[in-house]
């Protein structure tokens, strides 16, 4: 049997993208906040108060990654639960001043790392690129509700 050629295997790349994209996040942006992390904080700059099951449907995250998550970015001061009036049984969620300082540091930090991330592509690639994987990310997330059928393409 020969061996399967890797590079035609999207789960293969994509983790080879994430290694890369750790890596450079690492050491270009934070080694305390990670990149889901910003992600809630950036989904609450767009968006304050929204409760913790929307950003995690927000950002992507499950109900015990984005508890987990919020529970860092909380010990850290960087975002503070209210109860909601209207119904007392769920947090809203802000960021505080600190929140909002690390927001805009790791902002900037971001839009570098991106620009070295993504340096291997000319403008029109990024974007025929981030279309591209955008794309079958919105496709896998069928892949979390269980009702929809999985059919492959015709």
């Known amino acids: 049997m020969a061996a399967a050629d ?24 934070s080694e305390e906040i990670t990149s889901p992390q910003f992600a809630v904080l950036n989904t609450l700059v767009a968006e304050p108060g929204l409760d913790q099951r929307t950003v995690g449907e927000r950002v992507g995250l ?15 001061g960087l975002l503070d639960k209210v109860r909601d009036p209207q119904d007392g049984r769920r947090s809203l969620l802000r960021l505080t001043g600190e ?15 991106n620009q070295v991330f993504l340096a291997p592509l000319t403008v029109d690639e990024r974007t025929v690129f981030f279309d591209l994987i955008r794309r079958v990310a919105d496709a896998a997330e069928g892949l979390r509700n269980p009702e929809e059928p999985l059919a492959a393409p015709r």
């Open 99 to 113: 929140g909002e300082r690390t927001h805009r540091r790791l902002t900037v930090r971001t839009a570098r790392m």
């Open 6 to 29: 890797l590079t035609t295997h999207p789960g293969h790349l994509a983790r080879r993208l994430q290694q890369a994209h750790h890596l450079l996040w690492n050491a270009m942006v």
């Open 62 to 76: 499950d109900r015990s990654t984005i508890a987990e998550v919020i529970s860092r970015l909380s010990r850290r």
